[in-house]
């Protein structure tokens, strides 16, 4: 998102508020008239219609509901700004039905909006009328854990999206071909990591006599940071969509980037981009930019890269077979002995799917009962990827599943090359209980280097850090909710402490800020607690204690 785009979109986000507030909404009890509609707000993307697409026809006669869908984009700006727009006028509809990688409701959002009265509870209409998601509740805990406030309320419904190789996105791809013609082992600590990158910068691993290569590379995307620092303590911070730095100690919540361990990652790092062993673009470069390095025509210059998967720094497919040479390394064992993998919970938290008070009661029901109906593995394969033979098949004999230890429920079938999916089925928008076994049902080809059998590769790639997140450290700030009154306040101090981190471990990193010089830690340290370090801490140990 732009500046000038964020900045319109708390612009009305802010006359959201005030709007609502003036306009007396009624009570969260009291359901709204009955017109005969279901009116929602979701995005649609390119050649989907959602007020025809089968799915919403299928619905519509199984559950006696007449929906009518207000679409959005799925652009993510675009997005957010239309549904301010839509609670700011106070014609807003009686649901949203969201995508939460293009836009959802923040948990600060719905507890200032359920206080206004504009979402209602689900808590009744999940017990009476609701009980696959029940199910989904006593049977992931987690789960319920995300969906529930502090005050016992279900303001909305999250989607549980069990994304394996999400969970552990600071991985490093390494080319493995090079390690092979060089005669070197995969590195298991950051000395033998210096070696091999040394290897791969002064000895022409891609053969065209030329000192072309470039050993290490990243995106502002995929943080380089995290699967080194982990050698030396741990780091949850995976990538850009996951910034914290926050771990637990002892029950309480410390910032990891003011420890020793951290300094002494950074002086690690640090020597590593003096020695030339790391892009100077690494901390600056979007992903555009790292995979036009990934795909440089002729010779082949990439060495690795921390992304979260291969296909953000190269294409797949390439004539030269490249894209087939990297393999991912597990975590390096640091001096101290210290070997973790940066882990986070993929569900957004929040909620893609709210009632407001618009809704009559026969139409809560009947929205309540259409995401209960997905929740079923064999509803949500018609759900998200549309009719039997259309979006999906059958397994056949000798498929195998992408968990080996799941039998095999479908094999997708993706649109035709430069075709838009069929107006078929609701995608992203039903994968509200997509879980480890429903994901892991999904039938791949056992060959991880063909562009169909990508799935297993991150899926094997994975294992490599599974388990290896320090459990009594782990800082679920998804489940953590904050005081509506403190919300704003929150928001500021973590956007402005995490770009701080950010921006200072660039800046040690590449030798505009000495890590091992006392006076400029210490100011570095300084700072960070003038940003109100101690206050954000405070307000993020409350809202832990609060967790069940």
């Known amino acids: 998102m732009s500046p000038r785009a964020r900045t319109s979109v708390l612009a009305i986000a802010a006359l959201s508020a005030t709007a609502l507030v003036l306009s007396g909404c009624t009570s969260g009890n009291d359901a ?20 025809t697409n089968s799915y919403t026809l299928e619905v519509e006669k199984q559950f006696g509901v007449d929906l009518e869908f207000q679409t959005t984009s799925l652009d993510p700006a675009g997005a957010a700004e239309k549904r301010q727009i839509s609670l700011a006028s106070g014609d807003y509809p009686d649901a949203y039905a969201l995508i939460p990688w293009v836009e959802s409701f923040s948990q600060a959002e719905l507890l200032r909006l359920s206080k206004q009265g504009v979402v209602v509870p689900l808590n009744d209409l999940i017990e009476q009328h609701a009980p696959n998601i029940k199910a989904a509740f006593e049977s992931t805990p987690e789960l319920k854990t995300l969906a529930t406030a502090p005050d016992g309320n279900v303001y909305g419904l999250p989607q549980w999206n069990d994304c394996y190789h999400c969970s552990y996105g600071a991985k490093l791809w390494m080319n493995s071909a090079w390690l092979d013609k060089l005669g070197l082992q995969q590195p298991t600590t950051p000395e033998e990591m210096r070696a091999v990158l040394t290897a791969f910068k002064t000895q022409d691993p891609n053969g065209n006599g030329q000192a072309d290569e470039v050993p290490l590379s990243g995106s502002t995307m995929d943080y380089l940071l995290p ?193 838009n999916p069929p107006n078929d089925a609701w995608g992203s ?97 300084e700072g960070l607690e003038a940003l109100g370090l101690p206050r954000y801490l405070e307000l993020q140990q409350a809202g832990y204690d609060k967790v069940e």
């Open 227 to 419: 699967f080194f620092m982990n050698a030396f303590i741990y780091d949850p911070a995976a990538n850009s969509a996951y910034p914290s730095t926050l771990a637990l100690n002892g029950g309480k919540v410390q910032q990891q980037a003011v420890q020793d361990g951290w300094r002494a990652g950074l002086e690690y790092m640090s020597s590593l981009y003096a020695d030339g062993l790391i892009d100077q673009g690494a901390f600056t470069q979007n992903t555009d930019a790292l995979n036009a390095l990934g795909d440089n025509a002729g010779a082949n210059i990439l060495g690795a890269a921390t992304v979260l998967h291969p296909a953000i720094a190269f294409t797949l497919g390439q004539e030269d077979g490249r894209d087939r040479q990297y393999d991912a390394v597990p975590p390096l064992t640091g001096p101290g002995g210290t070997s973790y993998a940066s882990y986070t919970q993929p569900s957004t938290p929040g909620a893609t799917f709210v009632l407001t008070n618009k809704a009559s009661e026969a139409d809560r029901i009947a929205a309540i009962k259409i995401m209960d109906n997905m929740y079923p593995a064999e509803n949500h394969v018609r759900a998200e990827f549309g009719k039997e033979g259309i979006g999906w098949k059958k397994p056949v004999a000798g498929d195998v599943a992408l968990d080996t230890n799941e039998e095999p429920l479908y094999n997708t079938i993706p649109a035709p090359s430069g075709e």
């Open 429 to 525: 928008m039903a994968q509200y209980f997509s879980n480890a076994a429903f994901r892991g049902a999904q039938v791949q080809p056992t060959d991880i280097y063909e562009a169909t059998g990508y799935e297993r590769r991150l899926f094997d790639a994975t294992k490599l850090y599974d388990g290896k997140e320090p459990q009594e450290q782990v800082f679920p700030s998804w489940s953590v909710w904050i005081d509506p009154a403190e919300a704003g306040e929150f928001a500021e101090l973590k956007t402005n402490i995490e770009n701080y981190v950010s921006q200072n471990s660039a800046q040690f990193v590449t030798g505009q800020k000495d890590p091992s010089d006392d006076a400029q830690w210490t100011a570095y340290v």
């Open 32 to 51: 709204g008239e009955d017109d005969g509609k279901l009116t929602m707000f979701s995005p649609q993307g390119p050649g989907q219609d959602l007020n």
